[in-house]
T-cell receptor, first 122, second 116 residues
Framework: EAGVVQSPRYKIIEKKQPVAFWCNPI?????LYWYRQNLGQGPELLIR????????DSQLPKDRFSAERLKGVDSTLKIQPAELGDSAVYLC????????????????????FGPGTRLTVL | AQKVTQAQTEISVVEKEDVTLDCVYE???????LFWYKQPPSGELVFLIR??????QNEISGRYSWNFQKSTSSFNFTITASQVVDSAVYFC?????????????FGTGTRLTVIP
């Protein structure tokens, strides 16, 4: 079974330029996540999709970042315009969310991560 | 608010030594999940283990073992007889059932180098 696919693997751009990252989740996975990982840090969630719906985008800098997941499969994350501080690795993950869980909360479903896109903004 | 602390930034051990990676967490939720992920140089995060807050039983998987202690809010990871292939960055993470069990909060990671 193919894992989470991301492209490109590396991207170097000048500041103020636009950039887009693409993610293809594991087949059948209904939940898709975009994380940003700064150098020397752990990943931080940017946005989570359940099918086509963005259910948590509270950490997405909406002035310059946008994302979409058309048809509930592939997803694109865009930055326009890019700033020096956007240099990071952008990770995509997917999971099969079956819902339910103790105390009325949502049960965890294992997230599978892609290799990431390393963005360098000059 | 939730928080995960991995105080060890970098650890170096000689091959075949045992090594323990520390993880301390903070949460107000009574139902939560703890994880360890491995990130080799290739960059892909590899899932190692998940524990939920109701299960404090320690776990062993081959050379890996995990010690979950709610009394000290710790979830430590031990590699026995380390190998060069264990060299990677290891992340501890937390998610909370009420705020979104699928929203992972990661620590800053511990870079493990195993010297041959």
């Amino acid at each position: 079974e193919a894992g989470v696919v991301q492209s490109p693997r590396y991207k170097i751009i000048e500041k103020k330029q636009p950039v887009a990252f693409w993610c293809n989740p594991i087949s059948g996975h209904n939940t898709l996540y975009w994380y940003r990982q700064n150098l020397g840090q752990g990943p931080e969630l940017l946005i989570r999709y359940e099918n086509e719906e963005a259910v948590d985008d509270s950490q997405l800098p909406k002035d310059r970042f946008s994302a979409e997941r058309l048809k509930g499969v592939d997803s694109t994350l865009k930055i326009q315009p890019a700033e020096l501080g956007d240099s990071a690795v952008y990770l995509c993950a997917s999971s099969l969310d079956l819902g339910g869980g103790p105390d009325g909360g949502r049960a965890y479903n294992e997230q599978f991560f892609g290799p990431g896109t390393r963005l360098t903004v000059l | 608010a939730q928080k995960v602390t991995q105080a060890q930034t970098e650890i170096s051990v000689v091959e075949k030594e045992d090594v323990t990676l520390d993880c301390v967490y903070e949460t107000r939720d009574t139902t939560y999940y703890l994880f360890w992920y491995k990130q080799p140089p290739s960059g892909e995060l590899v899932f190692l283990i998940r524990r939920n807050s109701f299960d404090e039983q320690n776990e062993i998987s081959g050379r890996y073992s995990w010690n979950f202690q709610k009394s000290t809010s710790s979830f430590n990871f031990t590699i026995t007889a380390s190998q060069v292939v264990d060299s990677a960055v290891y992340f501890c993470a937390l998610s909370e059932a009420q705020t979104g069990a699928n929203n992972l909060f990661f620590g800053t990671g511990t870079r493990l180098t195993v010297i041959p």
